[in-house]
């Protein structure tokens, strides 16, 4: 016991705090699942995704979408060595780089696809989504799309 003391005072107090918001994080979505099977919405725990281990998801649901019964215990450490690893700063050009790079595209894209969902200016968040329904009358689908913009 007096090891872990030991480590967690080493620990800085901003890395204390961000791992007790993940993990309250972490009680919050297993409290909403909870609220998700016994409210208005149970009628669609059928179709909950099982798993072949720990009995988890309804008769009609489909195999399971990840290893772990519950999803991946991995995704918040992931997600906070991602944020500490990046910084303040980094977090901030990541952002800018990434809101540039997707009005790039947008402009560049708008005179042969029609963009959905922009702002009153215009502009696109991290992302924009082409409307691709009008192809699909000559058998295009999306994902051609996709992997031609890809080349």
Known sequence: ??????????????????????????????????????????????FLPGHP??????????????????GSA??????????KMMGDEGLVKATQIALLNANYMKERLKSSYKILYTNDKGMCAHEFIID???????GIEGIDIAKRLHV
């Open 132 to 138: 691709c329904r009008p192809f699909q009358e000559g």
């Open 74 to 83: 991995s995704i918040l450490p992931i997600s906070w060595a991602y944020l």
């Open 53 to 70: 281990v720990v009995k988890t998801g309804g008769e009609l649901g489909i195999g399971p979408v990840s290893a772990a019964p519950w």
């Open 1 to 46: 016991m007096l090891f872990v003391t030991v480590i967690i005072l080493t620990i800085p107090i901003k890395t204390i705090l961000i791992l007790l918001l993940l993990l309250l994080l972490l009680l919050l979505f297993i409290l909403d699942m909870h609220q998700f099977l016994s409210n208005r919405k149970a009628h669609l725990a059928p």
